[in-house]
């Protein structure tokens, strides 16, 4: 992101939640595991984690990426998306959740 002649570099916060059945939690583990490095190839200089929540609805994964935002993203999101085990894990990843209840949220972070 360019203002005037600064170049200013910002971080980003992009989380995906979602629920997986009841019986397929150790699954997602492993699925998000597989997730989680193939990120790490793709997006190499960013941070990436997989979580589930304890107590609540202990069943809620939240993948969090964190890292420069905007600098040539587009195209490692492309690159990423096209990755036979990318595919593969998010095929299997669709067969262990609850269908509906994908929720993504984008959040600038402005004092690191």
Avoid: W
Avoid at 10 to 19: A, E, N
Avoid at 63 to 71: H, N, P, Q, S
Avoid at 74 to 85: E, R, V
Wanted: one cysteine or more; charged letters at 30%.
């Amino acid at each position: 992101m360019e203002l005037g002649e600064n170049k200013i570099n910002m971080k980003g916060m992009y989380t995906r939640s979602f629920i997986v059945l009841d019986d397929k939690l150790n699954e997602a583990m492993e699925i998000c595991k597989g997730l989680a490095e193939v990120r790490k190839v793709h997006f190499p200089d960013h941070e990436s984690h997989f979580s589930f929540q304890i107590g609540g609805n202990p069943r809620s994964f939240r993948e969090t990426l964190i890292g420069e935002l905007f600098d040539g993203d587009y195209d490692k999101d492309m690159a990423m998306s096209a990755d036979p085990k990318y595919i593969e894990l998010q095929e299997k990843l669709s067969k262990v959740m609850v269908a509906g209840t994908i929720r993504d949220e984008m959040r600038m972070i402005f004092n690191d």
